[in-house]
């Protein structure tokens, strides 16, 4: 099968119909790709962090000699490679044409970047959604109280997402800017786009696309849903390391309307006069700050070359099969343990991770990581998310990560942990 068709469905699934998925599955080579330790552990955690990559080992070793090699020389290379980086990951995930992507700084500082030169190019109201990740809306609350703004902050289920409709409705009386994620961080909802983004864009808003938990798993097109501006992080499904420099977009109409509120030296026009005054160059280049990280640049070149291998559509389709096997398992095995499903059923409105949700979430959580050698991660309150990573994830894992799961629970095993809160979650 080549993923292009529906999942084949069970009443009851057996282990065997996901072996028989994975004997048919196009990408299943790549799984070889990644250092993924013990084979006993199942790792569900790739919408946090994604294991380490073969080629991104390589890629930093070999630009560790260069760094050796080279020494300051390596600069003449290095410092284009900020765009260099953007275009590959533009074409490989985010469906955008050349010059519009650069990866440097974090995804915070990138939204700064883009949500402050927003507001300081256009009047009106921020407009965000309160289930959104908790850096996007500290950003915004902070931004919205230095420039004076009213911060609108839109009430939604997080099941369903924020519709074209609540988009439209917060934005009545003016907005300047509208800032959603793709995919929600707790249910995996992945919002619809390219209605949203025409919504705000008949307010007068401009749109900016969260894509930390889309990036990879799911094609977002910027270029065809009309985004004004992006950002998201490559440490998830792109592979590229703890830490790993985030991706910032400006769609090509609005590079010489927008500045970045930070004036730093690699932004600046004839960077090495050191002139006394600071001058934007025009492009891409003016969203940039200070020196970027050349190390870490290489691991998420390596992860965007690894997905254009893989293709992102059939990296998408296989993405609606994992968690397709995985909703199918909650209702058969979880939902009579307690559970209950904190994420979209349909395949085409979920990203790539799925969120079971129960009430002693935590302990259970705890008890899956150290009792039954499966790591997913908790949010707050209730959530256990299983992080369904295509190129590296098998439809067994997914059989008997949900398998020792209700194993857990059905033993009451998971009693005995200690609820006391953790700093990591």
Not at 172 to 184: E, Q, R
Not at 221 to 242: E, F, I, Q, S
Not at 371 to 392: E, H, K, Q, T
Request: negative net charge; glycine residues 10%; proline residues 6%.
């Amino acid at each position: 099968m080549g993923y292009g068709g529906r999942v084949a469905r069970t009443a009851l699934t057996p282990r065997t119909a996901a072996a028989a998925l994975d004997a048919a599955d196009p990408l299943a080579g790549f799984r070889d790709r990644f250092a993924l330790g013990d084979e006993g552990r199942i790792y569900v955690d790739g919408n946090s962090l994604g294991p380490l990559a073969h080629d991104a080992r390589a890629a930093l070793a070999a630009r560790i000699d260069e760094w050796r090699d080279r020494l300051v020389t390596g600069w003449n290379d290095w410092v284009e490679a900020p765009a260099a980086v953007g275009d590959r990951l533009a074409g490989a995930a985010l469906g955008a044409a050349p010059g519009q992507v650069i990866v440097s700084d974090s995804t915070t500082v990138n939204l700064y970047k883009l949500a402050g030169g927003a507001l300081d190019a256009r009047p009106g109201a921020v407009v965000a959604d309160a289930s959104d990740f908790p850096t996007d809306r500290y950003v915004l609350q902070g931004l919205a109280q230095r420039a004076g703004r009213e911060l609108r902050m839109l009430e939604t289920d997080p099941i369903a997402g924020p519709q074209p409709a609540d988009v439209e409705a917060a934005c009545a009386g003016g907005a300047a800017l509208v800032v959603l994620s793709a995919v929600n961080y707790r249910s995996g909802a992945f919002a619809r786009m390219a209605e949203i983004t025409a919504a705000g864009h008949e307010a007068g808003a401009l749109v900016l696309w969260d894509l930390c938990h889309a990036a990879g798993a799911v094609e977002v097109d910027l270029d065809a849903v009309g985004a004004d501006l992006a950002v998201g992080c490559t440490y998830k499904y792109l592979n590229a390391g703890p830490g790993s420099p985030a991706l910032l977009y400006v769609r090509s109409g609005l590079q010489r309307e927008l500045r970045s509120p930070i004036w730093g030296w690699f932004s600046q026009e004839d960077q090495f006069a050191m002139g006394p005054s600071y001058r934007p160059v025009a492009g891409m280049g003016r969203f940039l700050a200070g020196t970027p990280p050349i190390l870490a640049l290489a691991a998420v070149d390596a992860g965007a070359a690894m997905l254009a291998d893989a293709g992102l559509a059939r990296v998408r389709a296989k993405a609606a099969a994992l968690t397709s096997l995985a909703v199918d398992l909650h209702d058969e095995r979880l939902a009579p343990l307690g559970f209950s499903l904190g994420t979209p059923r349909e395949p085409e409105r979920r990203g790539a991770h799925v969120s079971f949700r129960h009430p002693d979430a935590w302990r259970i959580c705890r008890a899956l990581i150290e009792r039954a050698d499966v790591i997913p991660d908790f949010r707050a309150p209730d959530s256990i998310r299983f992080g369904l990573a295509p190129l590296y994830t098998r439809h067994v894992d997914v059989w008997d990560a949900i398998d020792r799961l209700a194993g857990i629970v059905d033993s009451g095993e998971h009693a005995a942990m200690d609820d006391a809160p953790r700093r990591v979650t």
